[in-house]
């Protein structure tokens, strides 16, 4: 947009010196109005503005996907703390000034700002206190992480959550090499701890081998709050576990910003 921005202002002021040329020798009767006047026309409207707009969008894709400026950027886990509309619309997406805080994979928080357009289907999904995966830089511009693969947001959630000592790697180990299983929650029963704005609570699971056979494993767990109603007693879950070592499980919930 910036580059578009700067090719019509050298358009317009070709045009202008144009027109003042034909205006200061044209033998006409109305010397002033010529052909020309587009130049000053374009430079009076249409350049402030299409600057203005190039301002707004700045390190901002208008095709929806991430804008240049971020490709390769580390991905960390955002969560919201303010929403606001810059009054910018294009083909009816609200663009939206999304204030994060974002937790990163070396364990530090960052201030950050994402500017985005937003489709207004997705709008309850961008509110305060939602988690998002977002690519940031240094200086606090960040964007929301639609290029990353579910892999890569995966491997940016673990560092994250390693970082915060929510996992320990242990837990992420058993994640990547454990056995798939299902169980069956028999008890949860939060303790009363909060960590990182997740409850710490007691589970209790029964688990179900390959074989059929069962076991049972209680332990601790810190859960986001999206996690809370998938793990009543009584849900069946999909857990992973090593088989040389039954002590330890890995709860596998779906994902709720």
């Known amino acids: 947009m910036k580059v578009i921005a700067w090719v019509v ?8 010196a144009a027109y003042v040329a034909n205006g200061l020798t044209s033998a006409d009767e109305l010397p002033w109005l010529n052909g020309w006047m587009a130049g000053p026309m374009l430079l009076i409207s249409a350049v402030p503005t299409l600057f ?3 301002r707004m969008t700045s390190g901002m894709s208008l095709t929806g996907g991430v804008h240049r400026t971020f490709h390769g950027a580390p991905i960390g886990i955002g969560r919201v703390v303010g929403v606001t509309r810059t009054g910018l619309t294009v083909n009816d997406q609200p663009q939206l000034d999304i204030r994060l805080e974002i937790d990163t994979p070396d364990g530090h928080v960052l201030a950050g700002t994402a500017r985005q357009l937003v489709d207004l289907t997705d709008l309850a999904v961008v509110r305060v206190g939602a988690t998002l995966p977002v690519r940031y830089l240094p200086d606090g511009r960040a964007a929301l992480a639609t290029d990353a693969s579910p892999g890569e947001l995966q491997a940016a959630l673990d560092q994250v959550q390693l970082a915060q000592g929510l996992v320990t790697p242990q837990q992420l180990h058993i994640s990547r090499a454990g056995v798939d299983a299902q169980a069956v929650v028999l008890a949860m029963v939060p303790t009363g701890e909060v960590r990182h704005d997740r409850s710490m609570v007691t589970l209790t699971l029964r688990v179900t081998r390959p074989d059929r056979a069962m076991f049972d494993v209680t332990q601790q767990k810190a859960l986001p709050a999206g996690a809370i109603g998938q793990l009543q007693p009584g849900a069946v879950v999909r857990v992973k576990y090593l088989p040389h070592d039954e002590s330890e499980v890995v709860v596998l919930t779906q994902y709720a910003p």
Do not use: D, W
Not at 9 to 16: E, F, G, H, N, P
């Open 9 to 16: 202002l050298l358009i317009s002021l070709v045009l202008t």
């Open 52 to 54: 203005s707009v190039a």
